[in-house]
């Protein structure tokens, strides 16, 4: 029986057809802007945003950075959120790499950002401060159970953003499957923003990859900063052949993660020992506590793994699993029984 690895949607392998496309690409040299299949998926994906342009970093990282880098200058604040995954998991990379300040401000349990924090953390103009630049959002928000941010939301947070003149950036690593859980056009959910990032390699199976759309003149600017932070790739169509077929292909399955998720998080909730609220649960991640006096969650951890099941303690009493392409409804069956089995 094989491993059934809920740790990350980062575990996905290249599909067939990606490494068929792979294997067939067109290259050329991109820093020269010669690589058509780069060029390509980044007319494709700037579309599927209704951006006017787009850009191919190899990591999710590389895009909020590079993203933060074009919209900001030295000593710029950026407002963000206090569980944000750019200001937990990227190295503090903001203000390492850009000299960026980051000031959070507290997410709520769906994800979001209270829009009277926003309002309070906007600097006025003062010698004593650094200017606001710029509002991060995350969508979605992968501490915070993978809630989507909804449209009405972006609108009130666009509307703020633009009453100060700030610029939003959306670290969509999951944007699309924010999308499709919300059933709303990715454009629609990217209009209030103007730059998001999201990931060619979680959900959507590539092997690597992210793409930044905004404006021409946003681009051109990520883009010399993805030169200086040595992200300027040669001939990278063969990953971006991966990354077409994920748009093309891949964006459409992702509700499929979402009801495994679901289905998931109803027989831990069932599960005594286990804690989880599944109505919280509408995408693919999944944070759930293990509340058992005699377990703790790493040793729940090992002893699933022992059977062949693979989750993430994340610290405190709390265990992470995501849904991807490679697990089957038959798989959270298989799960399931497993973790009742060492709970039991
Ligand atoms: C919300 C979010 N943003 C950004 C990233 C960073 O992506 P990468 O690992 O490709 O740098 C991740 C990775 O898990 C993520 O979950």
Do not use: W
């Not at 058509?36 to 994906?45: D, Q, V």
């Not at 959002?137 to 159970?145: A, M, R, Y």
């Not at 059933?183 to 060619?200: H, I, M, N, Q």
């Amino acid at each position: 029986m094989g491993i059934i690895d809920l740790r990350s949607d980062t575990m996905t392998k290249p599909t067939d057809a990606m490494r068929r496309a792979m294997a067939e690409a067109q290259v050329g040299d991109d820093v020269f802007g010669e690589d058509p299949t780069i060029n390509r998926l980044e007319e494709m994906a700037s579309e599927r945003l209704g951006k006017e342009a787009a850009l191919f970093v190899s990591s999710g990282t590389m895009g909020n950075l590079v993203s933060q880098l074009a919209h900001c200058g030295r000593g710029d604040e950026i407002i963000l959120g206090s569980h944000a995954h750019t200001f937990f998991y990227e190295q503090g990379g903001s203000a390492a790499v850009g000299s960026i300040h980051p000031r959070t401000v507290p997410n709520q349990p769906d994800g979001k950002l209270a829009l009277e924090d926003i309002e309070m953390a906007i600097r006025g103009d003062n010698i004593h401060f650094p200017r606001t630049r710029l509002i991060l959002l995350e969508n979605t928000h992968n501490i915070c159970n993978g809630c989507p941010l909804d449209i009405d939301y972006m609108r009130a947070v666009g509307e703020i953003a633009r009453r100060h003149k700030l610029k939003i950036h959306v670290d969509g690593a999951r944007f699309f499957n924010a999308a499709v859980a919300l059933g709303v056009e990715p454009k629609a959910l990217a209009a209030d923003a103007d730059s998001v990032s999201f990931c060619l390699s979680k959900g959507l199976a590539a092997p690597v990859g992210s793409v930044v759309c905004g404006t021409q003149d946003f681009i051109d600017k990520a883009r010399r900063a993805r030169k200086v932070v040595g992200g300027g790739m040669r001939q990278a169509g063969i990953l971006a052949a991966a990354g077409i077929i994920s748009l093309n292909e891949m964006v459409r399955r992702l509700a499929e993660d979402h009801a495994n998720a679901k289905k998931l998080a109803v027989g831990l909730a069932e599960t005594p020992g286990l804690s989880i609220d599944p109505d919280r649960i509408h995408t693919n991640i999944i944070f759930f506590e293990v509340t058992h006096a005699d377990m703790k969650p790493e040793q729940f951890v090992q002893q699933i793994e022992t059977e062949g099941v693979r989750m993430l303690p994340v610290g405190g009493q709390k265990v992470r699993a995501v849904t991807h392409y490679h697990i089957t409804s038959a798989d959270i069956d298989r799960a399931l029984e497993v973790i009742s089995k060492v709970m039991g």
